[in-house]
């Protein structure tokens, strides 16, 4: 059985395609097979964070107007068996596509991959709509800034109003060292404020930067940030992964304010 | 209220959750410019029969109260301050 996600997050810049790029990445490690669809169509970058800019042929809009197979638009990733990507156009704009038409798409897919994850462009408009159209649960991604989370519950509404009722939260960029001194919001503090479930928190890592400038994603790489995205994906996959204890320092503190107030 | 909380002085990070509740409550009221004018309106109208009211002053908005004191569970309400120049007395 197949599943479709929609990776999404309203504001732009919280780490969307890096999380896309991770995630397939690390399914693909266990042994899913996956497409990841851009469908940031004219501002596509999915393409460049795998790695994978110099190899597009033809693209999502393509295979749409029935130019190309499937088959012939995906690219197989260089270094993960099993990943694929369907690229965006980059000269056309959102209006090539319509949400009937990417269902359809999508629908095509699933014959041939365990998950299908969507890329979705930032905003609320027509490439927002499209890419959720087809999708049979979400993934959240938010940074702890109140700009994003706010932009984070705003998503969560158009989802739900959707019929898209499995969202879960991705916490992305959290600066352990900030919110040990409380100046960054802790992930729970995003729940609590968002009262959605969490499936992940990726702590802020120079690495990503590298990762990107290369192309080559960190999921399964065994770095914080790359086991951060494995535990994601297990959790996708349905596995009860417990999370990584970010902040011990807090943790004690939190116990012991949770004994003085149990009294 | 725990005793950590007595000591513990309010951080960014607290004032940044404190500030999203509220800013979200509004949002997710979906309250329109409009509507709320009409509401200010129609309260003012009311009121007008019974005293007189410094228009200048008013203050309507959505905010959020406790709607359950036992889970703290808050949820959205109007909150309006209505400054009185005088009452009026019909007789």
Same mark, same amino acid.
């Given at each position: 059985?197949?599943?479709?996600?929609?990776?999404?997050?309203?504001k732009?810049?919280?780490?969307? @395609? $890096?999380? +896309?790029?991770n995630?397939?990445?690390?399914?693909?490690?266990?042994?899913?097979?996956? %497409?990841?669809?851009?469908?940031?169509?004219? /501002?596509?970058?999915?393409?460049v %964070?795998?790695?994978? !800019?110099?190899?597009?042929?033809?693209?999502?809009?393509?295979?749409?107007?029935?130019?190309?197979?499937?088959?012939?638009a995906?690219?197989?990733?260089?270094?993960?068996?099993?990943?694929?990507?369907?690229?965006?156009?980059? +000269?056309?704009?959102? &209006?090539?596509?319509?949400?009937d038409?990417? =269902?359809?798409?999508?629908?095509?897919l =699933?014959?041939?991959f365990?998950?299908?994850i969507?890329?979705? #462009?930032?905003?609320?408009?027509?490439?927002?709509?499209?890419?959720?159209?087809?999708?049979?649960?979400?993934?959240?991604? +938010? $940074?702890? !800034?109140?700009?994003?989370?706010?932009?984070?519950?705003?998503?969560?509404?158009?989802?739900?109003?959707?019929?898209?009722?499995?969202?879960?939260l991705i916490?992305?960029?959290?600066?352990?060292?900030?919110?040990?001194?409380?100046?960054?919001? &802790?992930?729970?503090?995003?729940?609590?404020?968002?009262?959605?479930?969490l499936?992940?928190?990726?702590?802020?890592?120079?690495?990503?930067?590298?990762? @990107?400038? $290369?192309?080559?994603? /960190?999921?399964?790489?065994?770095?914080?940030?790359? *086991?951060?995205?494995?535990n994601?994906?297990?959790?996708?996959?349905?596995?009860?992964?417990?999370?990584?204890?970010?902040?011990?320092?807090?943790?004690?503190?939190?116990?012991?304010?949770?004994?003085?107030?149990? *009294? | 209220?725990?005793?950590?909380?007595?000591?513990?002085?309010?951080?960014t990070?607290?004032?940044?959750?404190? =500030?999203?509740?509220?800013?979200? %409550? &509004?949002?997710?009221?979906?309250?329109?410019?409009e509507?709320?004018e009409?509401?200010?309106?129609?309260?003012?109208?009311?009121?007008?029969?019974?005293?007189?009211?410094?228009?200048?002053?008013?203050?309507?908005?959505?905010?959020k109260?406790?709607?359950?004191?036992?889970?703290?569970s808050?949820? #959205?309400?109007?909150?309006?301050?209505?400054?009185?120049?005088?009452? =009026?007395?019909s007789?």
């Amino acid at each position: 059985m197949s599943e479709v996600i929609v990776v999404t997050s309203g504001k732009g810049g919280v780490g969307k @395609t $890096t999380t +896309t790029a991770n995630l397939g990445t690390g399914l693909a490690k266990l042994d899913k097979k996956v %497409v990841l669809v851009d469908t940031d169509i004219g /501002l596509r970058n999915l393409d460049v %964070v795998l790695g994978l !800019e110099n190899r597009i042929v033809y693209t999502i809009v393509d295979v749409i107007e029935g130019a190309c197979r499937p088959a012939q638009a995906m690219i197989k990733d260089k270094k993960c068996d099993g990943l694929y990507l369907l690229p965006a156009a980059q +000269t056309r704009d959102k &209006s090539a596509v319509n949400p009937d038409q990417m =269902r359809a798409l999508v629908e095509e897919l =699933r014959k041939d991959f365990d998950y299908i994850i969507l890329d979705c #462009p930032a905003g609320i408009e027509q490439g927002f709509m499209n890419a959720i159209a087809g999708a049979d649960r979400s993934l959240i991604v +938010t $940074t702890p !800034e109140v700009s994003a989370v706010r932009d984070a519950d705003r998503i969560i509404g158009l989802l739900e109003a959707n019929n898209i009722r499995d969202n879960k939260l991705i916490v992305n960029r959290l600066n352990i060292d900030m919110m040990k001194h409380g100046n960054m919001m &802790s992930a729970d503090d995003v729940v609590e404020v968002l009262s959605i479930d969490l499936i992940g928190v990726v702590p802020y890592d120079e690495k990503i930067v590298i990762a @990107t400038n $290369t192309g080559t994603p /960190l999921a399964g790489d065994g770095t914080i940030v790359g *086991n951060a995205y494995m535990n994601i994906c297990r959790r996708i996959m349905g596995e009860d992964v417990p999370y990584e204890n970010l902040d011990e320092k807090k943790g004690f503190f939190a116990k012991l304010g949770a004994l003085f107030s149990a *009294n | 209220m725990g005793l950590m909380d007595f000591f513990r002085k309010k951080s960014t990070s607290d004032i940044a959750k404190d =500030r999203l509740k509220l800013v979200l %409550v &509004s949002d997710r009221a979906s309250c329109s410019p409009e509507i709320m004018e009409r509401i200010k309106n129609d309260i003012i109208a009311v009121l007008q029969r019974y005293v007189e009211i410094d228009q200048q002053g008013l203050d309507i908005k959505i905010t959020k109260t406790e709607s359950d004191a036992e889970t703290g569970s808050t949820g #959205p309400a109007l909150y309006a301050n209505i400054p009185i120049k005088s009452m =009026r007395h019909s007789d």
